[in-house]
């Protein structure tokens, strides 16, 4: 099924010539006692009849008139047959005998329910997502599915679940994809999902978002604390790193320089306490060594 443009002529032009036939058909009737006296009698005159023809004939071509606002749609369906959708704005006449379906081709948002899911490692998570979405296909729309708006309700939430099952929570490294940590490649991700599951109905997918990502509150908490223990990790891990490298520059400089000579024991010692000052958390308080007094 494919939308095909609907024949259909300017509403102004139609409504003067149905105007002018109810005239003509008005003026050819003449008085209605007269018309109510001849039909008692079985005897119409033909410029009568002929003018209650040209009445019927007005009254059937009002009936074909029809008003489409800006990014709207009428599907016209002709005796069981599609004949046309008509997109154009404005006030038109079409065929007054085919039942005439309003759609709207409006983008709207999709805003899915907080789903319960398991990441890609099996981690319990709750997720949510925003779909826009527009029809841009009325004849798929309304005679492919039942109900697109229900379509596009169930088929989004199963693009979600598809999708989170596909990626962590969340990764140990940069380099991995995950749901929190690549926010743009999700929604990439999700969106040709979704499209891919739409194309049937001629819905097109605008933009995806995630509105809601946490874990599951059963885990929620240690999950947490685990984060927490990689922060920390992640932190002592470079301080420890910075420390080593400031050590060295200063023990470098220190035999460069000959500023002193230091024995192997010596070396320990001072490399030691520079470590504990650099990574401590605390603020080190140094002993300054002022050297023995002349009386001992």
Do not use: C
Not at 77 to 92: K, P, Q
Not at 211 to 232: C, K, N, T
Request: hydrophobic residues 45%; negative net charge.
């Amino acid at each position: 099924m494919q939308e095909i443009p609907a024949i259909k002529i300017n509403g102004f032009m139609a409504l003067g010539g149905a105007i002018a036939l109810a005239g003509v058909g008005l003026w050819l009737t003449g008085d209605i006692t007269e018309l109510v006296n001849q039909l008692n009698q079985g005897q119409v005159a033909p410029p009568t009849l002929l003018g209650v023809g040209f009445l019927v004939l007005a009254t059937i071509t009002f009936t074909g008139f029809i008003t489409v606002e800006p990014n709207q749609a009428r599907v016209l369906i002709f005796l069981g047959n599609y004949s046309g959708t008509v997109r154009d704005a404005g006030f038109w006449w079409v065929n007054p005998f085919a039942a005439k379906e309003l759609l709207s081709l409006r983008v709207r948002n999709f805003n899915s329910d907080r789903l319960k899911v398991n990441d890609a490692q099996g981690n319990p998570i709750e997720i949510a997502a925003v779909i826009v979405w527009r029809v841009v296909d009325s004849a798929k729309a309304l005679f492919d599915v039942e109900d697109y708006e229900e379509f596009v309700a169930i088929q989004s939430e199963t693009a979600i679940r598809s999708l989170a099952i596909r990626y962590p929570y969340d990764s140990g490294n940069d380099r991995e994809a995950s749901l929190r940590g690549s926010p743009v490649e999700v929604a990439a991700a999700l969106q040709q999902e979704v499209q891919d599951r739409l194309e049937v109905v001629g819905v097109e997918v605008l933009e995806t978002r995630l509105s809601h990502l946490a874990y599951a509150p059963e885990i929620a908490q240690v999950m947490l604390r685990r984060q927490q223990a990689q922060a920390i990790i992640a932190a002592r891990q470079q301080i420890v790193e910075g420390a080593v490298s400031m050590v060295e520059m200063a023990m470098n400089q220190l035999s460069d320089r000959q500023i002193i000579a230091l024995d192997d024991d010596r070396k320990a010692k001072m490399i030691n306490n520079l470590l504990v000052v650099l990574t401590s958390e605390n603020n080190i308080q140094p002993i300054v060594n002022a050297g023995q007094s002349p009386e001992s």
